[in-house]
């Protein structure tokens, strides 16, 4: 069996830190986190082992406590309803997402947003918050021309259209290309802020798939990314397995002369990954 791992897979930057971040944060005792802190299981039963309390509105957590703000980011309104708790924030908001935040925010005084990104997606629903009442969200191609009646309410001649950092390459390029022909009149500037470990992983799921006899993705069911590299490599293999633990590799028939490809998502600890190229040694 030829087993083959992405160079790309597993933690992106931004998790590595929240990760290492929050297990130095519990050294100093009992934490709160608002949301799950990365979209894998595993990782949060860990956590709050070690004492981190996950929840899903700042209601539930006392006043003046400690509080992490996750990577994927939290909209202004958080933030000032966290102040009149005065609740201590831990930020982990990751970098890429921040400057996302900082360029939406100074854009709007002129443009009108677009964001193309998954509308219940914790990230956009952040980078929303800053973009202001002059912005939409595009998921689909449907939603291009409920937002262009939305630009046409207001007085801005320029569109700044942004990205979710875990969306899928393919997707924005098509949707800014649409964008583009329905907003002709309009000045229309694309800032493609998918960040670029998403993009590698993307790119390099393909090839990977193409060479594979069978596809493993590994990573959380509620990770975004994850779920883009398992559309990507069912376009290119005919046998790909979404998996979150070596459980899940137990009803998957291998054959000993197959040649295994390998993808995990952003938030998917390396040693899960090496936990399941070990157990497909062990077994050929």
């Known amino acids: 069996m030829e087993i083959t791992i992405g160079q790309n897979a597993g933690f992106c930057s931004g998790v590595n830190f929240a990760i290492k971040q929050a297990n130095k944060l519990l050294k100093e005792g009992e934490i709160y986190c608002l949301g799950e802190i990365v979209h894998n299981e595993q990782l949060i039963q860990m956590l709050e082992k070690k004492g981190m ?85 595009i998921e689909t191609e449907d939603d291009i021309l409920d937002a262009y009646i939305e630009y046409e309410k207001t007085n801005l001649g320029k569109i700044y259209v942004v990205s979710q950092t875990t969306f899928s390459s393919q997707k924005f390029d098509d949707l800014a290309e649409e964008i583009q022909k329905n907003f002709c009149e309009a000045e229309v500037i694309i800032d493609k802020t998918i960040c670029n470990s998403t993009e590698n992983r993307q790119l390099e799921t393909m090839k990977i798939a193409k060479n594979s006899d069978i596809m493993l993705i590994v990573g959380g069911k509620k990770s975004s990314n994850t ?38 998502g952003a938030s998917t600890p390396k040693l899960l990954i090496e936990e399941i190229k070990t157990e497909l040694e062990r077994k050929f």
């Open 53 to 137: 309390i996950t929840i899903s509105d700042l209601e539930e957590v006392p006043n003046q406590a400690n509080v992490i703000f996750r990577s994927h980011g939290e909209p202004p309104s958080t933030y000032q309803k966290a102040e009149k708790k005065e609740l201590r924030i831990q930020d982990l908001t990751c970098g890429n997402v921040k400057a996302i935040h900082s360029k939406v925010q100074k854009a709007k005084e002129t443009s009108f947003i677009l964001i193309i990104g998954l509308k219940n997606h914790p990230e956009i629903i952040g980078t929303l918050g800053f973009a202001g009442q002059n912005a939409y969200i």
């Open 227 to 264: 779920r883009k590299l398992f559309e990507i490599a069912n376009k290119y293999c005919k046998r790909v397995h979404y998996l979150q633990t070596v459980k899940d590799m137990e009803q998957i028939p291998f054959k000993p002369t197959d040649k295994v490809g390998i993808m995990a």
